[in-house]
């Protein structure tokens, strides 16, 4: 008890250490990228309501008018927008231009109240777009039914601003983040480019919070250490496991499960857990089939498999699989392609062999190169099943030795290749000037003669799979041999993928993927 007393207070002051430290990295570096990348940030500065006040509302009441028209329930936000990467963005940049939505309200109007670095053809003015208007050029268009507003693709250089001030109808929720932006810009950061910036106020608010809940937890607990010293040596029991587990199957879900496993590994130093090592079965089907044709209990008992998409129940009759997040993938190629968006119309051409060249589809002058993976990748079975909207891929299972001169189908003018890791045909889709592939999204951005597809003009942002705009993705599945002995290793460390802390690196601009707990797509 006497030891829990001063735990208690050293833990707080922990974490207040922590809190401090987080948020005053936020505040010196917003928005900080490991390398020159396109990124606009937006900061909402305000978003008030206008009209009657509650407290004069029985004797007058302010009404709100634009161009002759009252509007009911009036709120003003005022948007800044500025490009805080290392590049200039341009219009041939935008994959999905900046959309904003205000948590259900009308917008009425919207002006450039200010611009510094203006864009050509955005001028400082009343801007009073209708909701027929298009976002072609340099309108700015309001949206699904009044409900958002989308700005043109226009230029921005480096540390070019631009202020936008709405004038919004309906009533307001008083509830977080009211005002929401999208964009999806191609080489930006993780999340398509558009980070939303808090204000220093609240990140000092922040800093100076978690600073003095740490030095009154500090000095709570040197107190209570000299009251009550000395402690007892017993160590207190942990929930920790020991011992060594694997983990293989999946290569595009791998790096993000690698991270998670590190965390646990520092949370638990007793315990061994490997992501795909060397030897172990690679690919979704390779790791569950692997797992179901084990004989040895050993390994039954200490490995796991992870899977993009369910495997069969009749296939697989002794695994036992729990959901754990969506992974998303996208299309992706080389820039040298110029091309930027493609419809599933397009890949079912390019994959049957209708389509030759890239010019053909509006890009470059190259012929088109198609890396797959081979038939034991999930990431292959999604795009099979939701982008071409096949049982099986076109073409054989085997792959030549180069991606660049033999074609998998004979007589066929498309050159052909199969990979049999995400890593392998992201560097072969990154030095192949003609190349087209497919793979996770995240780890995709991290190529730079990579450019990821938007599908039907749809990113791949865990924004547009949360909204149904956005179909290439899957549930990862981790499979075990039957159900696992309570309170062993492996049970152990299934639970932690359930826990805050393993989410926390899931859903990092590193991964992007999306927690099973609480959405209910996983599940659907």
């Not at 030795?401 to 052909?416: E, M, N, Q, T, Y």
Request: proline share 6%; aromatic share 6%; net charge neutral.
């Amino acid at each position: 008890m006497r030891l829990l007393l001063v735990l208690i207070p050293l833990i707080a002051a922990f974490i207040g250490i922590v809190g401090a430290i987080v948020s005053g990295l936020r505040f010196l570096r917003p928005g900080r990228v490991p390398r020159p990348r396109r990124m606009v940030n937006y900061r909402v500065h305000y978003d008030d309501s206008l009209g009657a006040r509650t407290d004069i509302k029985g004797v007058a009441e302010l009404v709100v008018r634009r161009r002759g028209h009252d509007v009911p329930d009036a709120s003003l936000v005022m948007i800044r927008l500025s490009n805080e990467g290392g590049l200039d963005i341009g219009k041939e940049h935008w994959v999905m231009p900046i959309n904003f939505t205000f948590d259900g309200r009308d917008v009425v109007g919207v002006e450039v109240s200010d611009a510094d670095g203006v864009p050509p053809g955005l001028l400082p003015g009343d801007q009073d777009p209708g909701p027929d208007a298009t976002a072609d050029g340099q309108s700015i268009r309001i949206s699904k039914g009044r409900k958002a507003l989308e700005l043109p693709r226009i230029e921005l250089n480096r540390k070019d601003r631009i202020r936008l001030l709405v004038l919004l109808s309906g009533p307001r929720e008083h509830s977080g983040h009211a005002v929401q932006g999208d964009a999806y810009i191609k080489g930006a950061v993780r999340g398509g480019g558009l980070v939303r910036e808090v204000t220093p106020g609240r990140e000092r608010f922040y800093i100076f919070g978690w600073t003095g809940l740490a030095l009154l937890s500090l000095v709570a607990t040197v107190l209570l250490a000299l009251i009550y010293r000395p402690f007892s040596s017993t160590p207190q029991a942990s929930s920790c496991v020991g011992g060594s587990i694997v983990v293989s199957g999946s290569t595009a879900f791998a790096p993000a499960m690698a991270d998670v496993a590190q965390q646990f590994m520092r949370a638990c130093p007793s315990a061994t857990v490997g992501v795909n090592p060397a030897g172990a079965a690679v690919g979704s089907l390779g790791g569950a089939s692997a797992l179901q044709d084990t004989s040895s209990a050993l390994d039954r008992s200490t490995h796991l498999a992870m899977s993009d998409g369910a495997v069969s129940k009749t296939d697989f009759p002794s695994l036992v699989g729990r959901p754990v997040a969506i992974v998303v993938f996208a299309v992706v190629v080389n820039r040298a392609t110029g091309i930027n968006t493609l419809t599933q119309a397009q890949l079912a051409g390019i994959w049957s062999g209708r389509y030759t060249s890239w010019d053909q589809l509006g890009g470059a002058h190259l012929p088109i190169d198609i890396i797959s993976r081979d038939t034991s990748s999930g990431t292959r079975a999604t795009f099979d099943h939701k982008v071409l909207q096949v049982k099986t891929e076109l073409g054989p299972s085997s792959s030549p030795g180069s991606c660049v001169s033999k074609d998998l189908i004979p007589a066929s003018p498309i050159i052909r290749c199969e990979k049999q890791s995400t890593g392998a045909l992201l560097q072969a889709v990154n030095t192949i000037s003609g190349a087209i592939g497919y793979a996770e999204a995240a780890e995709a951005v991290q190529y730079p003669n990579i450019d990821v597809i938007a599908l039907d003009r749809q990113p791949p942002i865990s924004a547009e799979v949360k909204t149904n705009q956005y179909h290439f993705w899957a549930v990862e599945y981790l499979y075990t041999y039957g159900t696992p002995a309570a309170g062993s290793l492996l049970s152990v460390f299934l639970n932690y993928m359930y826990t805050a802390s393993a989410y926390s690196i899931l859903e990092s601009p590193n991964w992007a993927d999306i927690p099973c707990v609480p959405t209910s797509l996983c599940y659907s």
